[in-house]
């Protein structure tokens, strides 16, 4: 069983910055390729970024250059660096990991992930 606890959201002004972070149970962090995804009132779960456990990294067009996902396996943490933040970036964003060990060419795909954190508030102001 994993355990996915999001920090780090909050209120901040359009073209502010804010730092998402994913803490995850488990000694086996290493190995989980992880997701961040969103989600907007009356809009369905969208991908937003995803990382393998390899560091390869894979991007929303939405996002691309604004924000930056990483990871730091000896604190079995994920991280979502957001920057540039613009009101439609308002959402609850949501960590997930991959735990099998696939090969992950599903990233942008919910069921691709099998652990879901309880999500944590952004919102934008303009």
């Known amino acids: 069983q994993v355990q996915l606890v999001e920090s780090g959201g909050g209120l901040v002004q359009a073209g502010g910055s804010l730092r998402l972070s994913c803490a995850a149970s488990?000694?086996?962090?290493?190995?989980?390729?992880m997701g961040w995804f969103r989600q907007a009132p009356g809009k369905e779960r969208e991908f937003v970024t995803a990382?393998?456990?390899?560091?390869?990294?894979f991007y929303a067009d939405s996002v691309k250059g604004r924000f930056t996902i990483s990871r730091d396996n000896a604190k079995n943490t994920v991280y979502l660096q957001m920057n540039s933040l613009k009101p439609e970036d308002t959402a609850v964003y949501y960590c997930?990991?991959?735990?099998?060990?696939?090969?992950?060419?599903?990233?942008?795909?919910?069921?691709?992930?099998?652990?879901w954190g309880q999500g944590t508030q952004v919102t934008v102001s303009s």
């Open positions: 488990g000694r086996t962090f290493s190995t989980y390729n």
């Open positions: 990382i393998k456990r390899s560091g390869s990294t």
């Open positions: 997930a990991a991959d735990s099998n060990g696939g090969v992950f060419y599903r990233y942008r795909l919910l069921e691709e992930y099998d652990y």
